[in-house]
């Protein structure tokens, strides 16, 4: 697997997940930390025409660095769940296809420490290339959990205790409303499209977000890092929705 920026490839390196550098000659002072760091884990740097970069990310923009890199270790649905550090947070993509979307979403699970993020295998972004410049290298620390039925994981997110919130513009409960200091999942889906109907249905609860202007909806990514801080923000104050 393919990644490339300064920051992901700084993070898989911390990570223990690279398999090999390369650096565009001649190396960018920013780059000289990846070469750095790189030389002292023993993982070898390969000195490469910027044109050779170019082609391999197709046009990604790279800032001079890329990395091969092991793939990533599969998690169960379960294993989020349980390996959570107090009440479960995770996130659930359904049908999020655009990888700079992806990228921003996993850059907020980890800032707010959540446990995982659960996406389908087919009709989803991969964590390579541009989701994981987007990311800012936090594709090499959050925990995923690739299923085959978005709404059978939503079910096994149930049967575990957690209870699931589906984001939907039509929803006529806010999200800050729900109480996140349980454990919880929330729910998103493709832009434009939303939530398919099936996954819709298997949530405990939908939660909108509020727009007083214009435009009828958020970004994907942005209704999640919105969301997602207002879970953090009950967790840490105590700050637990009105009833």
């Known amino acids: 697997m393919l990644i490339y920026g300064v920051n992901p490839v700084l993070e898989s390196l911390r990570a223990g997940r690279v398999r090999v550098v390369r650096v565009a000659t001649p190396v960018r002072e920013r780059v000289r930390e990846v070469r750095d760091l790189a030389s002292s884990l023993g993982v070898p740097v390969e000195p490469v025409p910027a044109l050779e970069l170019d082609r391999a990310t197709r046009g990604g923009v790279h800032q001079g660095v890329a990395a091969e890199v092991h793939e990533a270790r599969e998690f169960s649905v379960g294993e989020l769940v349980a390996g959570a550090a107090g009440a479960p947070l995770i996130v659930v993509l359904d049908g999020i ?111 909108s977000i509020p727009m007083r202007g214009h435009v009828a909806s958020l970004n994907v990514s942005v209704a999640a890092a919105v969301v997602l801080f207002e879970a953090l923000r009950q967790r840490t104050s105590g700050g637990r929705p009105p009833r």
């Open 97 to 207: 296809e655009d990888p700079h979307n992806l990228g921003a979403i996993l850059r907020t699970v980890d800032a707010v420490g959540a446990g995982g993020l659960v996406r389908q295998t087919r009709h989803a972004a991969r964590l390579d290339g541009a989701a994981a410049k987007a990311s800012a290298g936090a594709v090499a620390h959050v925990k995923v959990a690739n299923v085959v039925n978005i709404a059978r994981a939503i079910g096994e997110l149930k049967d575990a205790g957690v209870w699931t919130v589906g984001l939907d513009a039509d929803a006529p409960e806010s999200y800050d409303q729900i109480d996140f200091t349980v454990p919880s999942a929330v729910v998103l889906g493709a832009e434009g499209q939303g939530l398919r109907r099936l996954v819709r249905e298997s949530c405990d609860r939908l939660a």
